[in-house]
T-cell receptor
């Protein structure tokens, strides 16, 4: 049973390009969460998704950022027209379909985005 | 501001000593969780304590929760060099996503 898989592990983009980050949850998990971590800081919640639904996107910047979790395939975090301030580690977590995180969350290894 | 704030921000101890980290939070919680992050890696779940629990043990880890003070502590006994990592508390407030603190960076000197 593979854990949460994120790819790529490292992503370098020039300013103005698009970044696509992928997350495959653990088998049997239908809830996905995206977090962003700046160096030496904690994780900031971005968005919570279930299959084909965005449940909570209160942590997502209003512009350039979007997320989806289609019926088939991984969850995608998309950042359009990247800027240097988007450079960070982006972590995905998954949990069973309990509706809350009243259980442990399983994290992927993260995607480290560097904008040059 | 952060829901969870860890204290201290950084801690350096010798192998064999105990390490204590504290976490304070602001709003009511369903549970509080502690995670560990090695440099450049993902987070690993350590322990979950529910709001109606006061203390929990797992191996060399001991977690306490005081809901009246809105605080928790993580104690690592007989620390090892391999315990060197960042430790985060995370609160489940019913908003359906964990809220993380800024972490305590623990350095265990061999």
């Amino acid at each position: 049973n593979a854990g949460v898989m994120q790819n790529p592990r490292h992503l370098v983009r020039r300013r103005g390009q698009e970044a696509r980050l992928r997350c495959s949850p653990m088998k049997g998990h239908s809830h996905v969460y995206w977090y962003r971590q700046l160096p030496e800081e904690g994780l900031k919640f971005m968005v919570y998704l279930q299959k084909e639904n965005i449940i909570d996107e209160s942590g997502m910047p209003k512009e350039r950022f979007s997320a989806e979790f289609p019926k088939e395939g991984p969850s995608i975090l998309r950042i359009q027209q990247v800027v240097r301030g988007d450079s960070a580690a982006y972590f995905c977590a998954s949990s069973p379909g309990t509706g809350t995180m009243n259980t442990e969350a399983f994290f992927g290894q993260g995607t480290r985005l560097t904008v040059v | 501001s952060q829901q969870g704030e860890e204290d201290p921000q950084a801690l350096s101890i010798q192998e064999g000593e105990n390490a204590t980290m504290n976490c304070s939070y602001k709003t009511s919680i369903n549970n509080l969780q502690w995670y560990r992050q090695n440099s450049g890696r993902g987070l690993v779940h350590l322990i979950l304590i529910r709001s109606n629990e006061r203390e929990k043990h797992s191996g060399r880890l001991r977690v306490t929760l005081d809901t009246s003070k809105k605080s928790s502590s993580l104690l690592i006994t007989a620390s090892r060099a391999a315990d060197t990592a960042s430790y985060f508390c995370a609160t489940d407030t019913g908003r359906r996503a964990l809220t993380f603190g800024s972490g305590t960076r623990l350095q265990v000197q061999p």
